[in-house]
């Protein structure tokens, strides 16, 4: 069982940058993590994730704006967001998967195949 307990949300204004922490419970049996985001009446949707090999995968929405990266020492999944705009207010989920198979790379910022998920942070970004 991985639990997951995600910080570092907050209010910011846009053109700012905030940066997320998911601390887990343990690393060594997960295949991969990555951040989701929910804003109120749309679906949950992929932002980030970053698979045990060390490769990352991106939504074409925060590329280059967004970068996600992990300190195992810490067991510490981290997103950094910067260049923040009103579009990406949203709840921000860690989450991991820890069964193996090739999900993590063919559908990364697919919901389905993550079987542990945190609280959220919210996040908020005025203009």
């Known amino acids: 069982q991985v639990q997951l307990v995600e910080s570092g949300g907050g209010s910011v204004q846009a053109g700012g940058s905030l940066r997320l922490s998911c601390v887990a419970s343990?690393?060594?049996?997960?295949?991969?993590m990555g951040w989701f985001r929910q804003a109120p009446g749309k679906a949950r949707e992929g932002v980030a994730n970053?698979?045990?090999?060390?490769?990352?995968n991106y939504a074409e929405s925060v590329k280059g704006r967004f970068t996600i990266s992990q300190d195992n020492a810490k067991n510490t999944l981290y997103l950094q967001m910067n260049r923040l705009q009103p579009e990406d207010t949203a709840m921000y989920y860690c989450?991991?998967?820890?069964?193996?198979?090739?999900?993590?790379?063919?559908?990364?910022?697919?919901?389905?195949?993550?079987?542990?998920w945190g609280q959220g942070t919210q996040v908020t970004v005025s203009s």
């Open positions: 989450t991991a998967r820890s069964d193996g198979g090739p999900y993590c790379n063919v559908v990364p910022l697919e919901a389905w195949p993550y079987n542990y």
């Open positions: 343990e690393y060594t049996h997960t295949t991969c």
């Open positions: 970053i698979v045990s090999s060390g490769s990352t």
